[in-house]
C-alpha cells in the first residue's frame, strides 16, 4: 500500500513539473502568426486587361503563392465580371481573416474588407515575397505600379452592365476599360483613394495599364 501511494506521489509530482512545459509550448503555438491569405501580385500577367478570363486571373495567383510556398491553399484574384453571369469580387475569396506575409491581419470578413480597411495601403498591402509595390509616396514622384485590377465598386460588387469596366470580362487587350483600386490609398486628387475603385483605364493594352499608374497587378486571397 505504501509503495502505491509513493507511485502516485511521483506521478502527482511529475505531473505539476510538467505543466509549466506544457504551457510554454501551448503558448508558442499561440504566437505564431496566421498563414498568408492576402497579397497583392509581385508582377501582373503582362498582357493588358487580358488575365484570360477568372480562371486565367486565378491561376497566376496560385502560382505566385506555390512559389513561396503557399501554394497548399486555394487563391482567388479579386475581379469582378460584368454582364449575365456576371460575379462580384467579394464572393470570390472565402470568407476571411485574412493575413499578409508578415501574419497582419489584412481583414476579419468580407465586411470589414470592404468598411473598415485601415490596413489596405502601402505600408502592409505586400506582394508574396513580403515586397512593396512601386508608389509615389516611396519618393519618386513620376513613377507608381499601384493600380490593381479589380472591375468593382467600393462594396466589392461588379460594374453596372453598359460600360465596359472589365476588359471584356479580363479577356481583352485592346478595347475596353478597366476599373482599378489605388493599393497605396493614394491620389493625387482623392484623399484615402479607395484600394478596390478608383477609376477606370483608357484602354486595355499593358500600355494603356502602364500609362496611368498600373502593372496589371491582381489582390489574390486564400478562400480556405
Given at each position: 500500500?505504501?509503495?502505491?501511494?509513493?507511485l502516485i506521489a511521483?506521478?502527482a509530482t511529475l505531473?505539476?513539473?510538467?505543466?509549466?512545459?506544457?504551457?510554454?509550448?501551448?503558448?508558442?503555438?499561440?504566437?505564431?502568426?496566421?498563414?498568408?491569405?492576402?497579397?497583392?501580385?509581385?508582377?501582373?500577367?503582362?498582357?493588358?486587361?487580358?488575365?484570360?478570363?477568372?480562371?486565367?486571373?486565378?491561376?497566376?495567383?496560385?502560382?505566385?503563392?506555390?512559389?513561396?510556398?503557399?501554394?497548399?491553399?486555394?487563391?482567388?484574384?479579386?475581379?469582378?465580371?460584368?454582364?449575365?453571369?456576371?460575379?462580384?469580387?467579394?464572393?470570390?475569396?472565402?470568407?476571411?481573416?485574412?493575413?499578409?506575409?508578415?501574419?497582419?491581419?489584412?481583414?476579419?470578413?468580407?465586411?470589414?474588407?470592404?468598411?473598415?480597411?485601415?490596413?489596405?495601403?502601402?505600408?502592409?498591402?505586400?506582394?508574396?515575397?513580403?515586397?512593396?509595390?512601386?508608389?509615389?509616396?516611396?519618393?519618386?514622384?513620376?513613377?507608381?505600379?499601384?493600380?490593381?485590377?479589380?472591375?468593382?465598386?467600393?462594396?466589392?460588387?461588379?460594374?453596372?452592365?453598359?460600360?465596359?469596366?472589365?476588359?471584356?470580362?479580363?479577356?481583352?487587350?485592346?478595347?475596353?476599360?478597366?476599373?482599378?483600386?489605388?493599393?497605396?490609398?493614394?491620389?493625387?486628387?482623392?484623399?484615402?483613394?479607395?484600394?478596390?475603385?478608383?477609376?477606370?483605364?483608357?484602354?486595355?493594352?499593358?500600355?494603356?495599364?502602364?500609362?496611368?499608374?498600373?502593372?496589371?497587378?491582381?489582390?489574390?486571397?486564400?478562400?480556405?
Amino acid at each position: 500500500m505504501n509503495n502505491k501511494r509513493a507511485l502516485i506521489a511521483v506521478a502527482a509530482t511529475l505531473g505539476v513539473l510538467a505543466l509549466p512545459w506544457l504551457s510554454s509550448v501551448a503558448q508558442q503555438d499561440d504566437d505564431e502568426p496566421p498563414p498568408m491569405g492576402f497579397f497583392i501580385t509581385s508582377v501582373g500577367i503582362g498582357d493588358g486587361g487580358n488575365l484570360g478570363g477568372l480562371a486565367g486571373a486565378d491561376a497566376h495567383c496560385q502560382s505566385l503563392a506555390a512559389a513561396v510556398g503557399a501554394g497548399n491553399r486555394s487563391w482567388a484574384a479579386y475581379l469582378s465580371t460584368q454582364g449575365a453571369g456576371g460575379v462580384d469580387a467579394r464572393d470570390r475569396i472565402g470568407a476571411g481573416p485574412w493575413a499578409n506575409v508578415n501574419g497582419l491581419i489584412m481583414a476579419t470578413s468580407v465586411e470589414s474588407l470592404h468598411y473598415d480597411n485601415s490596413n489596405l495601403n502601402w505600408e502592409f498591402t505586400l506582394d508574396e515575397n513580403g515586397n512593396q509595390f512601386a508608389s509615389r509616396i516611396d519618393g519618386n514622384p513620376d513613377f507608381s505600379e499601384h493600380d490593381a485590377l479589380t472591375g468593382s465598386q467600393i462594396d466589392g460588387t461588379a460594374m453596372p452592365s453598359g460600360q465596359d469596366q472589365t476588359c471584356s470580362n479580363w479577356t481583352s487587350n485592346g478595347e475596353g476599360s478597366a476599373r482599378v483600386g489605388h493599393a497605396d490609398r493614394y491620389s493625387f486628387t482623392t484623399p484615402g483613394s479607395p484600394w478596390n475603385s478608383s477609376h477606370g483605364t483608357p484602354g486595355c493594352t499593358q500600355e494603356n495599364l502602364v500609362a496611368v499608374g498600373g502593372a496589371g497587378l491582381l489582390y489574390c486571397f486564400a478562400t480556405d
